[in-house]
């Protein structure tokens, strides 16, 4: 394997770790993986609700740990929670939930112009107990479906609104089933990402290297490429 291969390699990784899509659409209109529970307003009203998404995502949802004074831009603390690890996010009343974070202006004319940003504080629950309180934009919403003399009425709900969503369980839908019996599963899309991690780590100390750590690492890279294909092997052409 000589220098060529070995950017081609690095070349090709982000590529292969950033799909395109969104894992929460489905053709259908509805999210793949169906979450039901319920959901309690402001005024104390309990209603049972399915199809739970935030902004039409269960996973990878964009939120913000509450930074501790407001001169600091909650998205520089962003992370993304899945639906699956939770069973509940409860929204803390305004006005103390409320949060908001103005950028600084550069000049007296940028002042004008830049508007304040307004969050909303929610409290993660997970499954094992522990809670993670979280911002979350004001403009964004729980999209939600519930049942009316049978019929499913799609609703989107302001955080503000709400007082608790419950999460009692989910289900994929059949339609998800097929395509993720011919797709590769989590974990070897993890398995292949940290073995395209490992070579692109290699790679960038083994270049900058004399030529006796390149020729010692030559091996370890042949089998790392060599695990990746076995991988890969598995991903695409196992159910073929």
């Known amino acids: 394997m000589n220098k060529n291969m070995l950017i081609l390699i690095v070349c090709l990784t982000p590529s292969l770790i950033h799909p395109t899509g969104s894992a929460s659409e489905n053709p259908t209109g509805q999210p793949a993986v169906n979450f039901y529970g319920s959901i309690t307003t402001t005024g104390g009203k309990k209603i049972?609700?399915?199809?739970i998404t935030i902004?039409?995502?269960?996973?990878?949802?964009?939120?913000?740990?509450?930074p501790k004074n407001k001169t600091v831009d909650p998205r520089t603390f962003a992370i993304y929670p899945d639906l699956a690890h939770l069973k509940g996010i409860e929204?803390?009343?305004?006005?103390?939930?409320?949060?908001i974070y103005t950028p600084p202006a550069i000049t007296k004319k940028d002042s004008k112009k830049i508007k304040p940003q307004e969050y909303v504080g929610l409290v993660l629950i997970y499954k094992n107990g522990t809670k993670e309180p979280m911002l979350i934009e004001a403009h964004r919403r729980l999209w939600n479906d519930k049942r009316i003399e049978g019929k499913r009425v799609e609703q989107k709900i302001m955080f503000p609104a709400l007082r608790k969503v419950v999460i009692q369980g989910s289900h994929v839908r059949e339609e998800e089933k097929i395509k993720n019996d011919q797709t590769p599963s989590k974990d070897l899309i993890r398995t292949i990402y940290t073995g395209l991690d490992n070579i692109r780590h290699t790679c960038s100390t083994v270049l900058t290297s004399s030529k006796k750590k390149f020729k010692d690492a030559r091996s370890c890279i042949e089998y790392m490429v060599k695990d990746m294909k076995e991988n890969l092997d598995k991903a695409f052409y196992k159910k073929a």
């Open 55 to 66: 902004g039409g995502k269960f996973e990878n949802i964009t939120m913000y740990k509450r």
């Open 91 to 99: 929204i803390q009343k305004l006005p103390k939930g409320k949060f």
């Open 48 to 51: 049972k609700v399915e199809n």
